[in-house]
C-alpha cells in the first residue's frame, strides 16, 4: 500500500432528482458537485453534517452503491462504482463498506432472534462455513462492542435496548470486516447519556481495526467529539470542510457559524436547539432552487454576489470554504459571528 493510497475518492457527484409534477417539475440537486477522499493509511472518523434535508442520506446512497450519482463518479480502493456489475463484485464490495442507519428495529426482523440475524450475515460474507465457526465470529464482533453471544443470542430485538441494539448493528456491521463504515444518524434515535458510548465504538474501530468511519449526523456536539475531519452540508452543497478542530472550533463560513452557536451546552436542549432549523423545512425546495449560494437567504453577510453565483471551493485557514466573504482566500473585514435568532428566510 502506498502513502496516500485513496480507500474513497467522491469525484465532484451530483444527485440531481425529477420533483413536482411530470409537467410542471423540476429539477432538485440534492448533492451538489461534492468531492472528498479519505485515505488507506489513515483511518479517520469523517463526519458529514447538516440541517434536515441537506442532501446526506442521498450522498449515503451514493456511496452505498444504493444509488448512481447523476454526474461525477465514486471510487472505492480504486475501483469506480459503476463497474461494480456482478452480484460478486457487490458482495466484495458491501464487505467493505458497511452501513449503520439511524433505525436499528428496521434493520433486525421482529422475528428472528438476534444470534440467527448474525450468524446469516456471517455466513453471507463467507466469514464462517458452518453455524457453530459463524457464531464464533459474531461473539467477536459483539465483543468489539462490549456484547457478548450469550448475552444476545436467544433475544428478539425488541427485547434489547435502543442501547444495546444499536451496539448489535454495529457489531453486525464489523461481521464482515469493513474497511468503512457508513453511519447515518446512528444515535439519533437512541438516549442523549447512550450516544457517546455509541460514538466512542467508533473512536475505537478507527484506533483498534482501523476502520474509517463516515458519521451523518444533525448531532454536532457528537460529530465535534470524534470526529478527524467534518464536511457542513447546506442543501447539497459541501459549504466548508476540513480538520473539526478548525471548522467547528473557528468555523468561517456564515452557516457553519450558525449552527455551532447552536450546538447543546447542556445537551439536553438539544434537540429545541435544532428545532429551529428543522423548521425551515417549508424553504428546503426554495433554498435548493437558489442559483447562487444556498445560504443567501438567511446570511446576515449576505451580498449581491451571493445571489446570483455559486461561490467557489477555496482554501482558507486550514479548511476549504464556499464563501464569498472569503474570495480569492483574502479575510473579510466584516465578518464578524453570525447572530442567532436572525433567520431571515427571503
Ligand atoms: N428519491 C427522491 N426523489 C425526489 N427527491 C428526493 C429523493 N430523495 C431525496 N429527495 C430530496 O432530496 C433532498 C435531500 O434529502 P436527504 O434525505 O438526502 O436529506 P438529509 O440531509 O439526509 O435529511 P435528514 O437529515 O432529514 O435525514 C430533500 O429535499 C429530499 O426531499
Ligand atoms: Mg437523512
Given at each position: 500500500?502506498?502513502?496516500?493510497?485513496?480507500?474513497?475518492?467522491?469525484?465532484?457527484?451530483?444527485?440531481?432528482?425529477h420533483i413536482g409534477s411530470f409537467l410542471a417539475g423540476g429539477q432538485l440537486v440534492a448533492?451538489?458537485?461534492?468531492?472528498?477522499?479519505?485515505?488507506?493509511?489513515?483511518?479517520?472518523?469523517?463526519?458529514?453534517?447538516?440541517?434536515?434535508?441537506?442532501?446526506?442520506?442521498?450522498?449515503?446512497?451514493?456511496?452505498?452503491?444504493?444509488?448512481?450519482?447523476?454526474?461525477?463518479?465514486?471510487?472505492?480502493?480504486?475501483?469506480?462504482?459503476?463497474?461494480?456489475?456482478?452480484?460478486?463484485?457487490?458482495?466484495?464490495?458491501?464487505?467493505?463498506?458497511?452501513?449503520?442507519?439511524?433505525?436499528?428495529?428496521?434493520?433486525?426482523?421482529?422475528?428472528?432472534?438476534?444470534?440467527?440475524?448474525?450468524?446469516?450475515?456471517?455466513?453471507?460474507?463467507?466469514?464462517?462455513?458452518?453455524?457453530?465457526?459463524?457464531?464464533?465470529?459474531?461473539?467477536?464482533?459483539?465483543?468489539?462492542?462490549?456484547?457478548?453471544?450469550?448475552?444476545?443470542?436467544?433475544?428478539?430485538?425488541?427485547?434489547?435496548?435502543?442501547?444495546?441494539?444499536?451496539?448489535?448493528?454495529?457489531?453486525?456491521?464489523?461481521?464482515?470486516?469493513?474497511?468503512?463504515?457508513?453511519?447515518?444518524?446512528?444515535?439519533?434515535?437512541?438516549?442523549?447519556?447512550?450516544?457517546?458510548?455509541?460514538?466512542?465504538?467508533?473512536?475505537?474501530?478507527?484506533?483498534?481495526?482501523?476502520?474509517?468511519?463516515?458519521?451523518?449526523?444533525?448531532?454536532?456536539?457528537?460529530?465535534?467529539?470524534?470526529?478527524?475531519?467534518?464536511?457542513?452540508?447546506?442543501?447539497?452543497?459541501?459549504?466548508?470542510?476540513?480538520?473539526?478542530?478548525?471548522?467547528?472550533?473557528?468555523?468561517?463560513?456564515?452557516?457553519?457559524?450558525?449552527?455551532q452557536e447552536s450546538v447543546p451546552k447542556p445537551a439536553a436542549t438539544e434537540r429545541e436547539?435544532?428545532?429551529?432549523?428543522?423548521?425551515?423545512?417549508?424553504?428546503?425546495?426554495?433554498?435548493?432552487?437558489?442559483?447562487?449560494?444556498?445560504?443567501?437567504?438567511?446570511?446576515?453577510?449576505?451580498?449581491?454576489?451571493?445571489?446570483?453565483?455559486?461561490?467557489?471551493?477555496?482554501?482558507?485557514?486550514?479548511?476549504?470554504?464556499?464563501?464569498?466573504?472569503?474570495?480569492?482566500?483574502?479575510?473579510?473585514?466584516?465578518?464578524?459571528?453570525?447572530?442567532?435568532?436572525?433567520?431571515?428566510?427571503?
Open positions: 500500500m502506498s502513502a496516500n493510497e485513496k480507500l474513497l475518492d467522491v469525484d465532484h457527484v451530483t444527485v440531481s432528482f448533492v451538489n458537485d461534492v468531492t472528498f477522499a479519505l485515505y488507506a493509511d489513515k483511518p479517520e472518523i469523517y463526519s458529514i453534517a447538516g440541517e434536515s434535508g441537506s442532501g446526506k442520506t442521498t450522498l449515503a446512497n451514493v456511496l452505498l452503491h444504493d444509488l448512481e450519482p447523476t454526474e461525477g463518479k465514486v471510487t472505492f480502493e480504486g475501483r469506480d462504482l459503476s463497474t461494480l456489475k456482478s452480484r460478486r463484485d457487490s458482495m466484495q464490495f458491501m464487505a467493505k463498506v458497511q452501513p449503520v442507519f439511524q433505525n436499528p428495529f428496521e434493520t433486525f426482523s421482529p422475528l428472528r432472534r438476534v444470534e440467527e440475524y448474525l450468524v446469516e450475515t456471517a455466513m453471507q460474507f463467507g466469514r464462517a462455513k458452518n453455524r457453530r465457526d459463524a457464531a464464533k465470529v459474531a461473539d467477536e464482533a459483539l465483543h468489539q462492542v462490549g456484547l457478548s453471544l450469550a448475552e444476545v443470542s436467544r433475544r428478539y430485538p425488541h427485547e434489547l435496548s435502543g442501547g444495546q441494539i444499536q451496539r448489535v448493528s454495529v457489531a453486525r456491521a464489523l461481521i464482515p470486516n469493513p474497511r468503512l463504515i457508513l453511519a447515518d444518524e446512528p444515535v439519533s434515535m437512541v438516549d442523549a447519556s447512550l450516544r457517546m458510548a455509541i460514538v466512542n465504538l467508533f473512536k475505537k474501530l478507527r484506533d483498534e481495526q482501523k476502520v474509517s468511519v463516515i458519521y451523518i449526523t444533525h448531532d454536532l456536539a457528537t460529530a465535534y467529539y470524534i470526529s478527524d475531519r467534518i464536511a457542513i452540508m447546506l442543501r447539497g452543497v459541501v459549504v466548508e470542510s476540513g480538520p473539526v478542530e478548525n471548522v467547528l472550533g473557528n468555523p468561517l463560513h456564515p452557516y457553519t457559524q450558525l449552527l436547539q435544532w428545532a429551529q432549523h428543522i423548521e425551515l423545512g417549508s424553504t428546503e425546495v426554495r433554498e435548493y432552487g437558489r442559483l447562487g449560494c444556498k445560504y443567501a437567504g438567511r446570511c446576515p453577510h449576505v451580498m449581491d454576489v451571493c445571489k446570483t453565483k455559486v461561490p467557489p471551493e477555496q482554501e482558507v485557514e486550514g479548511r476549504t470554504i464556499r464563501c464569498f466573504l472569503y474570495n480569492d482566500g483574502a479575510m473579510p473585514e466584516t465578518a464578524s459571528p453570525v447572530q442567532t435568532g436572525n433567520l431571515e428566510t427571503a
